[in-house]
């Protein structure tokens, strides 16, 4: 069982820069692979960035490439999302992810736990 919190959500300018991180419970936090995906109003849950548990190989959807940046600190059960260049079409709920295996999950099924998001609010 693998519990996901995640922090730093908030309102900025476009722009700006925000800083995500999500902590996860667990003995055996390492191995396993952890994404992030986000929901807009209206809109389905989408894929963000995601990373592996071996090597930290990391995925970036299109949409964010260049300006989000996903990274996991084994030691302390996090994993972060530095989002730059941040536009309103960013505007979402922010989930954290787990997969339980090696290759990192850049679809909804390949999840095994999700955390309950946290807002992130773009301004024009």
């Known amino acids: 069982q693998v519990q996901l919190v995640e922090s730093g959500g908030g309102l900025v300018q476009a722009g700006d820069s925000l800083r995500l991180s999500c902590a996860a419970s667990?003995?055996?936090?390492?191995?396993?692979?952890m994404g992030w995906f986000r929901q807009a109003p209206g809109k389905e849950r989408e894929f963000v960035a995601a990373?592996?548990?071996?090597?930290?190989?990391?995925y970036n959807a299109d949409s964010v490439k260049g300006r989000f940046t996903i990274s996991r600190d084994n030691a302390k059960n996090t994993v972060n999302l530095e989002m730059n260049s941040l536009k309103p079409e960013d505007t979402a709920v922010y989930y954290c992810?787990?997969?339980?295996?090696?290759?990192?999950?850049?679809?909804?099924?390949?999840?095994?736990?999700w955390g309950q998001g946290t807002q992130v609010t773009v301004s024009s």
């Open positions: 667990g003995r055996t936090f390492s191995r396993y692979a």
């Open positions: 990373i592996s548990w071996s090597f930290g190989r990391a």
């Open positions: 992810a787990a997969a339980n295996r090696g290759l990192a999950p850049m679809t909804e099924g390949e999840c095994d736990y």
